[in-house]
């Protein structure tokens, strides 16, 4: 069975910084593009970074020059780095990723969530 687990989240004040992971497990060929989105109480879910399959990264406006998408090809691992957070950053951050399955198929998978909680 394939999957995104997520995990990093946590409480953190203010200015301060947290590192998401998300690993894909599984009977899977490789990674496609992939994305952090969030969700925060009461909004729509957004994307916040992705990164294309060739690498590209890309940045919601809010978070631009805070965070980071970055992936580890040998291990399946997305990371997102978040620094200087704001207590507008509070959310659940959810993993994205096309992932190309034996047999020439690519299918997308979302991870359970992981909450992110900035506050004093």
């Known amino acids: 069975q394939v999957q995104l687990v997520e995990s990093g989240g946590g409480l953190v004040q203010p200015g301060g910084s947290l590192r998401l992971s998300c690993v894909a497990s599984?009977?899977?060929?490789?990674?496609?593009?992939v994305g952090w989105y969030r969700q925060a109480p009461g909004k729509q879910r957004e994307l916040v970074a992705s990164?294309?399959?060739?690498?590209?990264?890309s940045y919601a406006e809010s978070v631009k020059g805070r965070f980071t998408i970055s992936r580890n090809y040998n291990n399946n691992t997305v990371y997102l780095q978040m620094n200087s957070l704001e207590p507008e950053d509070t959310a659940v951050y959810y993993c994205n990723s096309w992932l190309h399955l034996p047999g020439g198929a690519t299918q997308n998978y979302w991870g359970q969530g992981t909450q992110v909680l900035i506050s004093s």
């Open positions: 599984g009977n899977f060929r490789g990674m496609g593009a």
């Open positions: 990164l294309s399959s060739s690498g590209s990264p």
